[in-house]
């Protein structure tokens, strides 16, 4: 099972342009999550969906969107992207939202902004 | 707001030793605790999830504990082998959506 995949894995982007990341998960789970990851501050969550066709904001949302078009599917935009979104991006999975079912992750895309 | 925090931020202890991991947080009102390993470039691997209904959690040698009325919880990794060397994060759910993450904790074992 390939479980969560994520693409690209590196990227290098100059201030300005846009990109968008891609999250695959193959397990039929209902929730899945964006986090980002900084030295320091650990795993905040970006954006999360609770279904296809859903979408809701996390803890830090701006100057990211996304889309939930497929169940399988979760992707993470940036715009216009600044310094400050240099980060690790770690996109998750879990059957459900419930107290009992763990979060699944993917290995990370790491994105420098130049 | 919940806030996660996790002490020490780094660990070394010789192959053998007993590791003991400290989890603290400020709201009491969890669903659920998660203890998360993630070696260096890869992401997180669950390790143990307690319910807010239970006090601990077992797999192998590794024993998690909860105790919601003060806010913390202790991750032991028993006679630790240098394979157990990464880093470990906690995590507690307020809602059974959202996780807020601890900083993490960064163990090496000595061989």
């Known amino acids: 099972n390939a479980g969560v995949t994520q693409t690209p894995k590196f990227r290098v982007l100059k201030t300005g342009q846009s990109m968008t990341l891609l999250c695959a998960q193959d397990m039929n789970h209902e929730y899945m999550y964006w986090y980002r990851q900084d030295p320091g501050m650990g795993l905040r969550l970006i954006h999360y969906s609770v279904g296809e066709g859903t979408t809701a904001k996390g803890e830090v949302p701006d100057g990211y969107n996304v889309s939930r078009l497929k169940k399988q599917n979760f992707l993470l935009g940036l715009e216009s992207a600044a310094p400050s979104q240099t980060s690790v991006y770690f996109c998750a999975s879990s059957f459900r939202g419930l107290g009992n079912q763990p979060q699944h992750f993917g290995d990370g895309t790491r994105l420098s902004i130049l | 707001k919940q806030e996660v925090t996790q002490i020490p931020a780094a660990l070394s202890v010789p192959e053998g030793e007993n590791l003991v991991l400290n989890c603290s947080f400020t709201?009491?009102?969890?669903?659920?605790l998660q203890w998360f390993r993630q070696d260096p470039g890869k992401g997180l691997t669950s390790l143990l999830l307690?319910?807010?209904?239970?006090r601990e959690q077992t797999s192998g040698r590794l024993n998690a504990s909860l105790d919601k009325s003060s806010g913390r919880s202790t991750l032991y990794i028993a006679a630790s082998q240098p394979g157990d060397s990464a880093t470990y994060l906690c995590?507690?759910?307020?809602?059974?959506?959202?996780?807020?993450f601890g900083g993490g904790t960064r163990v090496l074992v000595k061989p």
């Open positions: 307690i319910q807010s209904s239970q």
């Open positions: 995590a507690v759910t307020l809602t059974g959506n959202k996780l807020t």
């Open positions: 709201d009491s009102a969890i669903y659920n």
